[in-house]
């Protein structure tokens, strides 16, 4: 139904918005108000939170059930089984429009700034996903990651654009990705970083166990991925790894496969969509080799949706724009990640990352997920905190 719906949409010439199951009520009228929506869809395992936002998204007209009945919303299936089959006429092609990660406050709207696309033209994603990531009319492609996010949307959008087939995990389980893999001849795959590493933590005699050799490419991005990890992953499943940096914005795409990789370990890649550019805070771009804001230029536009502060903020004044990441680039022009900027650690005058700390504890054996970051002190400004999630909870 998810998919569906999305190609009603586009088939509509709609804008349409995802949003995670995980929101809470405010969150979700944020966004549902923020967008603008008309039209509400959902399922009964969002009955309660669905009901609870009635009264605060009042400008929504049609609030729609897929499943099951929800109250105050009218059944799906009912309302476009009334519809006609007749195409509408003067159909243009739709546009997602996600919302980025609210890293520094709410979530931000991201509105494609090209309108007026004739139905079935291909997108950017499409067309790299068919050059670089053996997309085709005979790719399976495994999705691990929830849809609301932009890279699995796409991708599973462009697969489907090439005539391929999508298999979408309800949730993220190590072992089951594996069974998944073998159990549908998976071709290509998505993952994060923190999907690897759960992986390659599972025994050994576990992961003999599932046929991933059908598999031709599987691509990561979303973080930056420890180097052990990747080195792992590249022993276990070959040279198919294939890295890109992108965000939700489409303001630039750098990729690496395994050979590239291999020869600069720790790149998310090179530029092959619009040009990388490391400034410092006054925006003056910096030489090879020193860390600073990663910019784009040359790369597609975006717009923050009713937020023209944020909107001036992912720019410089000569264009260029930025994701908020940090970083630098090599003698070669591929690209290195430190951590995203406003997760930076300031203590004693010190620049912290909190992505070396992860990365240096995400392999350890008793460590099932970790995450850093800063608190104030009184002395040093901030001081550094791990959380830890162990392999095995102890008893409580």
């Given at each position: 139904?998810?998919?569906?719906?999305?190609?009603?949409?586009?088939?509509?010439?709609?804008?349409?918005?995802?949003?995670?199951?995980?929101?809470?009520n405010?969150?979700?009228?944020?966004?549902?108000?923020?967008?603008?929506?008309?039209?509400?869809?959902?399922?009964?395992?969002?009955?309660?939170?669905?009901?609870e936002?009635?009264?605060?998204?009042?400008?929504?007209?049609?609030?729609?059930?897929?499943?099951?009945?929800?109250?105050g919303?009218?059944?799906?299936?009912?309302?476009i089984?009334?519809?006609?089959?007749?195409?509408?006429p003067?159909?243009?092609?739709?546009?997602?429009?996600?919302?980025?990660?609210?890293?520094?406050?709410?979530?931000?709207?991201?509105?494609?700034?090209?309108?007026?696309?004739?139905?079935?033209?291909?997108?950017?994603?499409?067309?790299?996903?068919?050059?670089?990531?053996?997309?085709?009319?005979?790719?399976?492609y495994?999705?691990?990651?929830?849809?609301?996010?932009?890279?699995?949307?796409?991708?599973?959008?462009?697969?489907?654009?090439?005539?391929?087939?999508?298999?979408?995990m309800?949730?993220?389980?190590?072992?089951?990705?594996?069974?998944?893999?073998?159990?549908?001849?998976?071709?290509?795959?998505?993952?994060v970083?923190?999907?690897?590493?759960?992986?390659?933590?599972?025994?050994?005699?576990?992961?003999?166990?599932?046929?991933v050799?059908?598999?031709?490419?599987?691509?990561?991005?979303?973080a930056?991925?420890p180097?052990?990890?990747?080195?792992?992953?590249?022993?276990?499943?070959?040279?198919?790894?294939?890295e890109?940096?992108?965000?939700?914005?489409?303001?630039?795409?750098?990729?690496?496969?395994?050979?590239?990789?291999?020869?600069?370990?720790?790149t998310?890649?090179i530029?092959?969509?619009?040009?990388?550019?490391?400034?410092?805070?006054?925006?003056?771009?910096?030489?090879?080799?020193?860390?600073?804001?990663?910019?784009?230029?040359?790369?597609?536009?975006?717009?923050?949706?009713?937020?023209?502060?944020?909107?001036?903020?992912?720019?410089?004044?000569?264009?260029?724009?930025?994701?908020?990441?940090?970083?630098?680039?090599?003698?070669?022009?591929?690209?290195?990640?430190?951590?995203?900027?406003?997760?930076?650690?300031?203590?004693?005058?010190?620049?912290?990352?909190?992505?070396e700390?992860?990365?240096?504890?995400?392999?350890?054996?008793?460590?099932?997920?970790?995450?850093?970051?800063?608190?104030?002190h009184?002395?040093?400004?901030?001081?550094?905190?791990?959380?830890?999630?162990?392999v095995?909870?102890?008893?409580?």
């Amino acid at each position: 139904d998810y998919l569906s719906i999305m190609w009603g949409c586009h088939y509509a010439g709609l804008y349409y918005t995802a949003m995670s199951s995980r929101l809470n009520n405010e969150e979700m009228s944020y966004i549902i108000n923020n967008c603008g929506a008309r039209a509400f869809i959902t399922s009964p395992y969002k009955a309660d939170a669905a009901v609870e936002v009635i009264k605060t998204t009042p400008n929504v007209l049609a609030r729609l059930s897929v499943g099951g009945a929800i109250d105050g919303h009218e059944s799906f299936e009912a309302a476009i089984a009334d519809q006609p089959i007749t195409p509408l006429p003067h159909r243009g092609e739709a546009h997602d429009m996600l919302y980025s990660s609210g890293t520094t406050g709410r979530p931000k709207g991201v509105k494609n700034t090209v309108d007026d696309v004739p139905l079935g033209t291909i997108e950017p994603v499409t067309s790299l996903g068919q050059l670089l990531f053996e997309i085709n009319h005979s790719a399976v492609y495994l999705s691990p990651g929830p849809l609301y996010h932009a890279a699995p949307l796409r991708f599973c959008r462009g697969v489907l654009r090439s005539g391929g087939t999508v298999v979408v995990m309800e949730r993220f389980d190590a072992e089951a990705a594996l069974a998944t893999i073998e159990k549908y001849h998976v071709t290509t795959s998505q993952w994060v970083p923190t999907m690897f590493i759960r992986m390659l933590k599972l025994p050994e005699e576990t992961r003999a166990q599932y046929d991933v050799s059908s598999l031709l490419c599987a691509v990561h991005a979303a973080a930056p991925c420890p180097v052990h990890v990747k080195q792992d992953m590249i022993e276990w499943w070959g040279p198919i790894i294939h890295e890109y940096y992108a965000g939700t914005e489409g303001n630039g795409f750098v990729y690496c496969n395994s050979e590239q990789w291999l020869a600069h370990p720790g790149t998310v890649g090179i530029a092959v969509s619009g040009v990388v550019h490391i400034v410092d805070d006054d925006g003056n771009e910096l030489p090879v080799g020193e860390e600073g804001g990663v910019y784009f230029s040359e790369g597609g536009d975006f717009s923050y949706h009713e937020d023209e502060e944020k909107t001036a903020e992912s720019r410089l004044h000569n264009g260029w724009t930025t994701l908020g990441d940090v970083g630098r680039l090599d003698e070669d022009g591929y690209l290195y990640l430190t951590d995203r900027k406003a997760f930076m650690i300031i203590s004693g005058g010190v620049n912290i990352y909190p992505q070396e700390a992860e990365n240096a504890l995400s392999m350890h054996p008793k460590v099932y997920d970790i995450a850093v970051f800063g608190v104030p002190h009184d002395e040093m400004g901030e001081e550094v905190k791990a959380v830890v999630q162990p392999v095995d909870m102890p008893a409580s």
